[in-house]
C-alpha cells in the first residue's frame, strides 16, 4: 500500500520557520522526482519546489527562492521542506507529490503564518 504523508505544518508568526516532512512507503522512493504544492482558497493550486530523484537538481517559484529549501533522505523514503522567513502569503495547504511514472499524493499539512 502507498502511502504519502505530510506533516510539519504549524500556525507560525511572520519572519519565522518551519520544517515540512513527507513520509513515504510503498513504492520507490529514490526512483522518482518529488514536488511540494500549495494550495489556497483565493489563489488556487500553486507549484512551490521541485527535486530530482537522486537530489541533485532543485528548483523553487520565484516567491519562495531564498527562503525555502528542499532536501531528500533516501534512505529514509522522506522529503523535507525547510521554510525560513515566513510571510502571510505563504499560508496554504502544502502537499507533496511524486512525480513520474505514476503519482502518489499525500493529504497535505496546513501552514499558518500570521501574527
Keep these: 500500500?502507498?502511502?504519502?504523508?505530510?506533516?510539519?505544518?504549524?500556525?507560525v508568526q511572520p519572519g519565522g520557520s518551519l520544517r515540512l516532512s513527507c513520509a513515504t512507503s510503498g513504492f520507490a522512493f529514490g526512483a522518482y522526482n518529488?514536488?511540494?504544492v500549495r494550495q489556497t482558497p483565493g489563489k488556487g493550486l500553486e507549484w512551490v519546489s521541485y527535486i530530482s530523484n537522486a537530489g541533485k537538481i532543485s528548483n523553487y517559484v520565484g516567491s519562495v527562492k531564498g527562503r525555502f529549501t528542499?532536501?531528500?533522505?533516501?534512505?529514509?523514503?522522506t522529503m523535507y521542506l525547510q521554510m525560513n522567513s515566513l510571510q502571510p502569503e505563504d499560508t496554504a495547504v502544502y502537499y507533496c507529490y511524486s512525480s513520474g511514472e505514476r503519482y502518489f499524493w499525500g493529504q497535505g499539512t496546513?501552514?499558518?503564518v500570521s501574527s
Design 110 to 112: 496546513q501552514v499558518t
Design 34 to 36: 518529488m514536488n511540494w
Design 70 to 77: 528542499v532536501s531528500r533522505d533516501n534512505a529514509k523514503n
Design 1 to 11: 500500500e502507498v502511502q504519502v504523508v505530510e506533516s510539519g505544518g504549524d500556525l
